[in-house]
């Protein structure tokens, strides 16, 4: 199955393959790096994970809750992160511009921090991966990029602003020309 990802305005092209049909061993790719992934069920949103890649293994366990926007909550171990899900066989990336699908792309903090600048302002039109606003969280800045060309219909951030992971920041809509 493959997987389009996108967290923080960052779209990660993500292929699982099932190994074995009766084990919880898979075989993933994030933008072509390889690991071996041996999967267990720990409850109803969590999972165990042991990874070997790169000549080296590590554990993890993966929390995962959906919420009512069609996002993703998700905490690796104590580090939480948003994410929209496109599992379609259809590529999210089109052409150069990597524009996303067709509905509204939702920003949304990907951990809990401060909005250091804001780059853009509703009406303004970006493209795709262009930066849209700094957060700063441990002591480090993140750019949040656009996933897609388009239109800045919605802002929510303004600078000084403290954030929770998950909330929303801006909503970036498509142009009509790039959604053909």
Not at 14 to 20: A, F, I, L, S
Not at 30 to 53: F, H, K, M, P, Y
């Amino acid at each position: 199955m493959q997987y389009d990802i996108d967290i923080g305005g960052r779209i990660r092209r993500v292929v699982v393959q099932r190994v074995h049909r009766s084990s919880g061993t898979f075989t993933v790719s994030i933008d072509g790096r390889e690991w071996s992934v041996d999967a267990g069920r720990v409850d109803g949103r969590s999972l165990s994970l042991l990874i070997e890649g790169t000549g080296r293994q590590m554990s993890h366990e993966v929390t995962i809750t959906p919420d009512p926007s069609g996002q993703l909550n998700v905490s690796v171990g104590s580090v939480p992160m948003v994410l929209s899900l496109n599992t379609g066989r259809r590529s999210r990336r089109r052409g150069e511009g990597g524009q996303a699908g067709a509905g509204p792309q939702r920003i949304v903090a990907p951990m809990p921090g401060k909005i250091v600048r804001v780059l853009v302002s509703p009406g303004d039109e970006v493209r795709a991966r262009q930066s849209l606003m700094v957060i700063e969280a441990m002591k480090m800045e993140n750019e949040l990029r656009a996933g897609r060309d388009g239109l800045v219909m919605e802002m929510h951030a303004r600078e000084g602003q403290s954030v929770e992971a998950g909330g929303l920041l801006a909503v970036i809509a498509a142009r009509p020309e790039s959604s053909r």
